[in-house]
């Protein structure tokens, strides 16, 4: 299925933990504007691979190509230099601090020279605010505290910052798993719009239906490899139950 | 704060009839306990400062007030040392002993022949170095904050003893004589050193990235991590800052005694947490203050300050503080989050 829309390509990958083997040879691509969906299983090998892919494991053996050129992901600095951001499940925000804090930690922008250097609160706070609202359609104000912003917010402002450093590729790892109707489809409009914008979203996901709504393409992961993929347009729930179980050959 | 005591509960009986009227005083009720909590240190300073200027003449003369500032000054440096590590979630309990180490570097030095500045810069740097092993310690040798600074507070104070043979070291010095008497306008020296500190301090957490990557660990340290920041390196940083503040501390206590005593000191060390559990820090981290752990050092002071002049035995000073301080931390509970 390689096309020339191929962002990223993950080949043979594997991992064990001791005597565990979390992935045994998972292969999976990834195109240019399109929300691909990860599914399988618990303990199929979603989790390891996706933490390969945002550098916080080193696979066994196996590459990653991205844009045709094999990189080494050394840790998730050294995923997010190569432009791919991952928004994981506990979101990493800092509750004790505001949103717009938590939009620069780690990246901050100051002004001044040399060791007097001082944050630039205004230019975050306004790069911040323009970032969000650009995604979430009832953005909270950069002020307000995490603590006070409903899962929903946090999970739009995660995806916001995940996606506001110029970055190709966005991994989510369940972005609505303890959401709500109403506010899984404002994180899900937030995907949307993502993608409208020529990111590449990595979506993990055990809804089916979500899955069909939102991605265009499906990887199914089990006993650590990617054993088949389908386009969502050629395929039904039922179908992606029965290649998940092994019910279905690929 | 006996006033307050006694308020609340007529308050409550003048509402108690009425059901609805009972919810909404409930609910003014929660309001302003948050209120007192968040405000706990200017407004207990306040209540202070008004009950001991009417029990005592003295107490709000201009001289006493300078004698409180510059008694203050030590306390406030220590608690502003302090307020870093707790917002990481840590806590340096070897903050005094550290300060007592540097003392008798000074003290050492200086009968060794060396002028005031040589033996100011050994304070410093023997108290940094306390600073970096608690740093190492909690940071790379992963050992909870209580215990590693634990061990420091017996090995520096053994050490301060082992160096001086237990014995104070007088020290005569022109300059120590101008930093313990000199004044800018009314405010002595050792208060506007003390002032400096917590501006930078302010400055320092408020306004740079550092600060900020300190209130982010001790909010969520895997969060933090998560985001590029390195942790370790900034609890590291966290224990010598608060261990080189605690150095400059250790030059004023030299000036205000007018010798380097190998002394524990344990009053500084409970008091500068006391300070900051008043000025509303909480000591799970990610909180940051520096004007509440002021004003509670402020608070503190002029708490017994204003026993003593009321001729109260010293013997209940250190009750009158262990009340202050449990009854500060009972009213955290109610602050916002």
């Known amino acids: 299925m390689t096309t020339t829309d191929t962002i990223l390509t993950a080949q043979g990958l594997t991992k064990s933990f001791g005597g565990v083997h979390a992935l045994r040879g998972a292969s999976i691509t990834m195109r240019r504007g399109e929300v691909t969906a990860l599914i399988g299983d618990n303990g199929a090998g979603k989790s390891t691979l996706v933490r390969c892919l945002s550098g916080i494991h080193r696979p066994d053996s196996g590459t990653i190509t991205l844009d045709g050129a094999p990189v080494e992901l050394a840790s998730p600095l050294a995923a997010r230099a190569h432009g791919i951001e991952t928004v994981q499940q506990n979101l990493a925000l800092v509750e004790d601090l505001t949103v717009w804090q938590n939009f620069f930690i780690g990246r901050e922008l100051t002004r001044g020279v040399g060791p007097l250097r001082f944050l630039d609160r205004q230019a975050m706070r306004e790069k911040a605010a323009t970032m969000l609202s650009g995604l979430a359609v009832n953005a909270p104000p950069v002020t307000s505290r995490v603590r006070r912003l409903s899962g929903g917010q946090r999970q739009a402002v995660a995806i916001a910052r995940a996606a506001g450093w110029g970055s190709s590729i966005v991994i989510m790892d369940e972005p609505t798993a303890a959401l709500g109707v109403q506010e899984t489809a404002r994180v899900e409009e937030v995907v949307r719009r993502l993608r409208d914008s020529g990111v590449a979203v990595l979506l993990i996901s055990h809804n089916f239906d979500q899955v069909l709504r939102l991605a265009q393409h499906v990887w199914v992961m089990r006993a650590g490899q990617a054993v088949a993929e389908r386009r969502t347009s050629d395929t039904s729930g039922d179908e992606l139950v029965a290649l998940i179980t092994g019910a279905r050959a690929a | 704060m006996r006033a307050g005591t006694a308020n609340a509960p007529a308050a409550a009986e003048t509402v108690a009839p009425a059901l609805p009227g009972r919810v909404s005083a409930a609910v003014a009720e929660t309001r302003r306990l948050s209120f007192w909590a968040e405000n706990a240190a200017p407004i207990g300073l306040v209540a202070l400062v008004v009950v001991?200027?009417?029990?005592?003449?003295?107490?709000?003369t201009l001289g006493n007030i300078q004698a409180m500032l510059i008694a203050a000054a030590i306390l406030v440096i220590l608690a502003v040392a302090q307020s870093f590590v707790i917002t990481t979630g840590g806590i340096d309990l070897s903050i005094s002993a550290t300060?007592?180490?540097?003392?008798?570097?000074?003290?050492?030095?200086?009968?060794?022949?060396?002028?005031?500045?040589?033996?100011?810069?050994?304070?410093?740097?023997?108290?940094?170095?306390?600073?970096?092993?608690?740093?190492?310690?909690?940071?790379?040798?992963?050992?909870?904050?209580?215990?590693?600074?634990?061990?420091?507070?017996?090995?520096?104070?053994?050490?301060?003893?082992?160096?001086?043979?237990?014995?104070?070291?007088?020290?005569?010095?022109?300059?120590?004589?101008?930093?313990?008497?000199?004044?800018?306008?009314v405010v002595g020296y050792p208060f506007v050193v003390a002032v400096v500190i917590g501006v930078l301090a302010w400055v320092v957490m408020f306004r740079t990235r550092y600060g900020l990557h300190v209130q982010a660990v001790g909010g969520s340290e895997e969060a933090a991590v998560a985001n590029g920041v390195k942790a370790p390196r900034v609890r590291i940083a966290v224990y010598v800052w608060a261990a080189a503040l605690a150095g400059l501390a250790s030059i004023l206590l030299v000036a205000r005694i007018g010798a380097a005593e190998p002394a524990i000191n344990t009053n500084y060390l409970l008091n500068s947490i006391a300070a900051v559990v008043l000025g509303g820090v909480s000591l799970t981290g990610g909180r940051a203050k520096i004007v509440g752990p002021v004003l509670g050092a402020l608070l503190l002071t002029a708490l017994t300050n204003g026993l003593t002049l009321l001729a109260v035995s010293q013997f209940y000073q250190p009750l009158a503080v262990g009340l202050v301080v449990v009854l500060a931390a009972l009213l955290t509970r109610f602050q916002k989050r």
Do not use: C, H, Q, Y
Not at chain 2, 146 to 174: E, H, W
């Open chain 2, 52 to 60: 001991f200027s009417i029990l005592s003449p003295t107490f709000l």
């Open chain 2, 99 to 185: 300060m007592t180490v540097g003392a008798v570097g000074f003290g050492l030095v200086f009968r060794a022949g060396g002028s005031f500045w040589v033996a100011a810069l050994v304070a410093v740097l023997a108290a940094t170095a306390i600073g970096v092993v608690n740093g190492l310690l909690v940071a790379k040798g992963k050992v909870t904050d209580f215990i590693a600074t634990l061990g420091t507070l017996g090995v520096a104070t053994g050490a301060a003893l082992i160096l001086t043979d237990g014995k104070p070291i007088s020290v005569l010095s022109p300059e120590l004589l101008r930093l313990t008497t000199g004044r800018l306008g």
